[in-house]
């Protein structure tokens, strides 16, 4: 058996985060590394620093908006990008390591409840989930990490009664990712910290000292079908990160999974 780690960030612009995420595959040396809201069309992603660096990275972007890329260890056999239908907006990446399939996303916001885009951001779930069944199997080995912009539970945000109706902690929004969810995923986080609070991964920049204070909310995942959510070792979100300079207001979570084998091989 062999560990494999994998890693997933909002960047909130690769170009301006650059150092940040060099420095910390350096560090952890995660066999992938998915990264959302890259902010830049592809003729100008960063890739040779990537590169030069010993990975291979796959990247899918449009100016100043949205975005995503996946950095890894060795390149994947297989990589799509967007939904088979066609897609207005660069947010979801699928690769293949041998047997195993991650999944980045960079699930839309929403904006207002009230508004066209929280219908936009439903829809995309139930887009996302029709794929699921249409291109894949819960038998298969699949990992879905990204930004999902939803808090899937009042441990996951600082003030659940007065953020309630927030279009990433929404019932509806919770609805449509739960319509996912049963489609064969388990929140490998929540598997190996079931009933811990203050764990997050999102603090906003206009709040004042909002790591220190606790005032974030976690919703950036590592999901997994069930063969592999039970070959989960551990899972952990990096706080430290959020303390680099120029800092995302977002940070890295991790999980690790024993594998027989792992894309690094």
């Known amino acids: 058996m062999t560990t494999f780690k994998i890693a997933t960030f909002n960047a909130n612009s690769i170009r301006t985060r650059l150092a940040q995420i060099l420095e910390w595959l350096a560090r952890e040396r995660p066999d992938v590394l998915c990264v959302q809201e890259t902010k830049v069309q592809d003729s100008e ?54 047997d195993l399939v991650v999944i980045n996303t960079y699930v839309p916001q929403g904006r207002a409840p009230d508004s066209e885009h929280f219908q936009y951001k439903l829809q995309w779930f139930a887009r996302f989930r029709q794929l699921l069944e249409q291109q894949h199997t819960p038998e298969q080995s699949i990992v879905w990490v990204g930004d999902f912009n939803v808090a899937t539970s009042d441990l996951d945000v600082y003030n659940p009664t007065g953020l309630r109706d927030h279009v990433d902690f929404h019932p509806a929004a919770q609805a449509a990712l739960e319509q996912v969810r049963q489609w064969g995923f388990e929140d490998v986080f929540r598997r190996h910290h079931p009933d811990e609070p203050g764990q997050f991964s999102y603090w906003d920049y206009r709040a004042h000292n909002p790591v220190e204070r606790g005032v974030g909310w976690r919703i950036d995942h590592i999901w997994a079908t069930p063969n592999l959510a ?33 894309p690094s091989d």
């Open 45 to 98: 992603f960063p890739a040779q620093p990537f590169q030069d660096a010993g990975y291979s990275v796959a990247f899918n972007g449009q100016k100043a908006y949205a975005g995503v890329a996946l950095i890894s260890r060795t390149p994947p056999d297989i990589l799509a990008a967007g939904f088979p239908n066609g897609d207005d907006q660069p947010r979801l990446q699928r690769a293949t390591f041998g």
């Open 230 to 262: 039970e070959r989960s070792a551990r899972a952990w979100i990096d706080v430290a990160a959020r303390h680099a300079a120029r800092p995302s207001d977002h940070t890295f979570v991790v999980a690790e999974f024993a594998l027989s084998h792992t």
